[in-house]
Structures are given as structure tokens and as C-alpha cells.
């Protein structure tokens, strides 16, 4: 590929790039971003049930270990994500091209698969799990501000509603395509498959060229004086990356405008300074309760099947395929609906729902098809209430900051908030992630299934209140956000 893909600044004289007009095309970047989301999703999932074959086949370990071990290294990949992403959004708006810090990314996971095929031990297997992990944190954070970039944050919902549909399908089917792959093939079918999406990923990563950068190559250069593309609409290509979406004069809110000076930390990462929103603060913590759900989900509902109905791994990962199906189903709906009726509505009436779906999962028992056909249609329930709440707090936490970022145009800098915003975003759902497993572990374990399901209930039923009290236009506060910025 040439320079001039990841120059921006070249002139618009040059000769276009061969394949311009798809390669730069909404449909082409969105597709590119859900695959790098996809593959990482699905490298995750792949390797999980072959994790306890591999220490024990390849690294000799004692079967005593094997859990503990296990645990250690998904938690490495976790932690990984969570220190990493903010990391990932600070450098990224240092550099002047979202696809270059996107190849990295993805560099890091084929050198994470391939220490995972070959490595012969611990230490190595416990690299390859970090690096997925910071691969895993520049694919959300470059990609989501490459997605805000390209559609604006009117259209994100129902494209981020699509993408986190189909991302969880691929992290719900891989663990049970990873056991069949091993079972048929071992572990060169498993990682064969890895590398093959890597390989994908890769060509669509490369081949892909921003907005910014196909707006260099118009016919026609814009002026100064050139009326900026509203929200979300790009008149000639793509708004440049330091004009706010919200660029317009009326849309500029006095409410947000900070007054006073920055301290050293708020000057390296403006975005601290917007975090005294509430309705920024609320749009975090809705995505953080969702990653809680997902991963308690992961780390139950396969023990649980092997309580009441003595069912194996491969079984087991079947009653994930509930959640998955209402999620594509359900997902893209609601992020359309998301665009439509606003991030509040949807925030809310997608956790209220969550209420009564998780408390019913204590009706769960065991029995013969009947009793496993209840478990499904309430996971079924459990997993519309999931699909709902994918894009809300994604939508509104890309709304409250562009509303800073066009009354503070110095704020952010060249960059834009973008990248420093989702590196946020990707960091607290990677907590959330985190904290769910060993959450509803220590739960189920002390109070029992049902009653573990009820706290999650009441932790959506706060998360209602609050989406409904705090987000949109009715959650702003009442004048501006005076003194300095986020002492």
C-alpha cells in the first residue's frame, strides 16, 4: 500500500488509489470494522475449551492446576484489555491514521495465535493471552472511533447494533466450534481456522481507506468557508477528524462549554474533563452492567447445565445459541430504534425488561427436554434484554462528548475525542467482563442460582432508573460546567 493511503495532507492532485470509491465506502469500513471485532470475539472463544488440553497434553501439567491456570490466563487477557485501552486511545489520536494503529492491532493477535499453537510454556501461553488482550483493546477503541467517524453518532446506533449481534454470535459458537475443531482435528484444525481469519481480517484492514483520506483525492478541494457536513452526513467524503459532528452553530450548547484552567493530567486526556456528566458517567456504567451480565452468563450457565441435566461441554455450550439467536434478531432492531427514539428509551426499557427475564431464571430445574426447554426460552428472554442494551451507552456516551468537543473546539486537539473516548468505553466494559465471572461465582456458590440471578436483577433495575433519570436531553444538568476540568 502506498504512503499516500496514510497521509492525509497529500495533495489532491495525486493520482486516486486503486479501488477508491469501495474502498472508502461506509459499507466496506463498517464491514471491516465488524470483522476485526468478529475475529477477536472469536479467537477468544475458540481457544477456550482447548486451554485445559493444552496444559495438560502439551505442557505436562498436573490436573490439580489445570483450573486455577486456566483462570490466570483468561484473566490475563482481561486485565490486558482494561490497562491497554485507554493506552490504546492516547495513541491513536497521536497518530494521523486510524488504520495504522488497526494493522498493530492486529499484528499482535497473529503473533498471540501463533505463541498459542507452538508455545511450549506457561509464560509463553501467558504472552499470547496478553497480547490478545491489547489487540482485543486497539480493535474497540480504533475501530468504534474509526465507526463515529465514518456514520457520526446519529447513525451508530443501528451499525453498532448490527456489529455487536453478529460479534456475539462468534464469541457464544466458538467455544463449541473450538471443542469440535480439537475433537475432530486437534490443535490444527483449532488454530488453522485462527489464522485463517486473521488472514481475512488482515486484507481488509489493509485494503480499507478512511474518509479523511479519500476526501484529499475530491474533484472539487473545500474552502475555509465550506458549510461543515451536518451529523452524521458527509457531504463529500468525511467532516475532517478535528471539526466537531455537531459542528453546526445552533447545535453548540453553552451547557458544556468548560471554563477555567486544565490541570497537567486533563491537558494529556481531555476526555477526563467531560466525566462531570452524568449523563456520561450513567452511559458507562450501563455498559459496564451489561459486561457484568455476559460474563456472569459465561461462567454459570455452563456449570449449571452440568448440575441439572449431566450434560458435557458440547452440550453445554448449545444453551448459549438462545442468547446468540435473540441477539441477531433483536440487536439491529434496537439499534435502529436506538437512532430513532434516543439511547434513554432504549437503555431504559431494555433493563427494565432485564427484571423479571433474570428472576425467572430461578424457576430453572432439572428434568428431561421439558425442563431444558424452559431453561432455553428464559436465556432466550435474558439474551432480547442484552441485544437491547448493546448500543445505548456506545450512543450516548458519542453524543454527551461531541456536544464538548463542539463547544470546546481546542479541547480535543486535532485528533478529536474519539479514540480517548472509546479507549474509556473499552476499558470499563473489559472491567465489567472481569468482575461478572467472579461475581456470579462467589454468588452462586453463597446464595444459590436463583438468588445470584435476583442481585443481577436489582443491579438492572438501578441501571433502568438511572438510564431513564440521567440520559438524553432531560438528564442534563442545570448550568455549565464551570471551574477547572476534572480536578
Known sequence: MSDAEFEPHRSKRQRPPWGLAWRSHDRFIISTVGMGMFTDMVLYGLIVPVLPFLLEDRLHMPQGSVQSSVSNLLAAYAGASVVSSPIAGFLADKMGSRQL???LGLIA???ATILLAIGDSFSGLVVARLLQGLSAAVVWVVGLALLVETVGPENLGAVIGTIFSFMTVGGLAAPVVGGVLYKRTGYTGVFGVGLGLVALDFVMRLLVIEKKVAAQYD????TSNATP???GIHTDGAADEATPLLAHPSSIDTHYVLIGKRNRLTRHFPILSCMRSPRLLVAFFIGFIQAVLLGAFDSTIATLAEQLFAFNSLRAGLLFLPLGITDV????????AVDRLGPRTVAAAGYTWLV???VCLRFAHGGGVPAIALLCALLGLCGAGVATVNAPGLVEAGLVVDKFHAANPTLFGKAGPYAQLYGCTSSIWCLGLAVGPLMAGALKEQIGYGNMNAVL???????AVLAWAYMGERGEEQGGYGGECAR
Open 109 to 111: 493477535l497473529l503473533l
Open 356 to 358: 423479571p427475564a433474570l
Open 457 to 463: 436483577a436489582g443491579l438492572c433495575g438501578i441501571a
Open 101 to 103: 494503529p488497526f494493522l
Open 219 to 222: 474533484e472539487e478541494p473545500r
Open 329 to 336: 434478531v433483536i440487536g439491529p432492531v434496537a439499534g435502529w
Open 229 to 231: 457536513a451536518g451529523l
